[in-house]
């Protein structure tokens, strides 16, 4: 079955649009979230790190990142979890 392809010219500048934001909000230090205070599922554990509610334990050397634990609470427990 066929799939017709959006507009290229239409997606260009809509992706280039956003990339600008982007750009400028780096430059600016000023990245929001789109979800609001509250985060999305991906930006709520990068901000824990930043917060410091996360303990640096290494750094994955293959893909050259540092690696975090932090606590994980579930409603039901009273104490946190390791993951």
Do not use: W
Not at 52 to 80: C, H, T, W
């Amino acid at each position: 079955m066929e799939k017709k392809l959006p507009d290229l010219t239409k997606s260009h500048e809509l992706i280039l649009g956003l990339a600008k934001k982007i750009k400028l909000a780096r430059q600016l230090g000023v990245l929001k979230c789109p979800q609001g205070e509250s985060g999305c599922r991906e930006c709520q554990p990068l901000e824990k790190v930043l917060r410091g509610e996360a303990k640096l334990v290494g750094e994955d050397r293959d893909q050259r990142r540092d690696l975090y634990i932090m606590p994980y609470f579930n409603n039901n427990e009273k104490e946190s979890k390791i993951l």
